[in-house]
């Protein structure tokens, strides 16, 4: 995420013309673009992604097992 938002300041410095950058060729500019496709790339192929959607939807469900158990009086588990 931090070379994405890091492409759109190249090409903003770049369309502004704010030096050093104006002076850069369009190559170096564009770069951050390509790492980010390649990670999100590697993220999707390695599982990551999905494994990190599955943590959270996990962790929502835990917590709201939570709420409803403290709502009947019951204490919730501690985590194993």
């Known amino acids: 995420m931090y070379s994405l938002l890091l492409g759109l300041l190249l090409i903003t410095l ?9 002076g850069w060729s369009w190559w170096w500019v564009l770069a951050p673009f390509a790492v980010t496709a390649a990670w999100w790339g590697w993220a999707d192929a390695s599982g990551l992604s999905k494994r990190r959607a599955m943590e959270k ?6 917590e709201r097992i939570d709420r409803h158990k403290q709502a009947m009086g019951v204490r919730p ?4």
């Open 57 to 62: 939807m996990e962790r929502r469900r835990q």
């Open 14 to 22: 770049k369309y502004l013309g704010v030096a050093p950058v104006a």
């Open 77 to 80: 588990r501690r985590p194993r």
